[in-house]
């Protein structure tokens, strides 16, 4: 079977009319899809909770997992609203717990450390981390509730 005399097109129009619709295929999921940033045909507004009645925006950051047989790991640096995060695990093991020991720095160069999670050595219980002026938060359940996954708060 093929193109015949009865068919009102051409073989040239053929191939045009489908190079044309997977074109605009692969356009529609790009821009669909999210795949083109900043072309979301409906993206979702920056996420929002309230904490000790204040708005903060949050995201969530996953934290680079020590080495084998390593007791800490690498610092993992996230910019989020103007403030940077810098996180990392120490005391890492499943039995005894980890923490997240890290930093916020905000756009007039201030810095607060914070130290997060449960652990029975050294003893901490820690999860939520605000710093003084409430610019900024840090949240951590745990190894177990939340592996190295870590929410970052900024107020709004």
Known sequence: MGIDQDFPISRAQLKVLVIGLVTMSAIGAAVFGGFVPGLRVNPSGPQTIVVDGQPYYYTTVMIALPAPLANSSLPT???????????WFIHWGFVTGALVEGNGTETNGTVYPFVLGVSGFPPQNNTLFLSPDHLFGVSWPGLLQSGSSVTLLVHR
Request: net charge neutral; charged share 0%; proline share 0%.
């Open 77 to 87: 640096v996230a910019v989020f609203h103007n403030v940077t995060f810098a996180m």
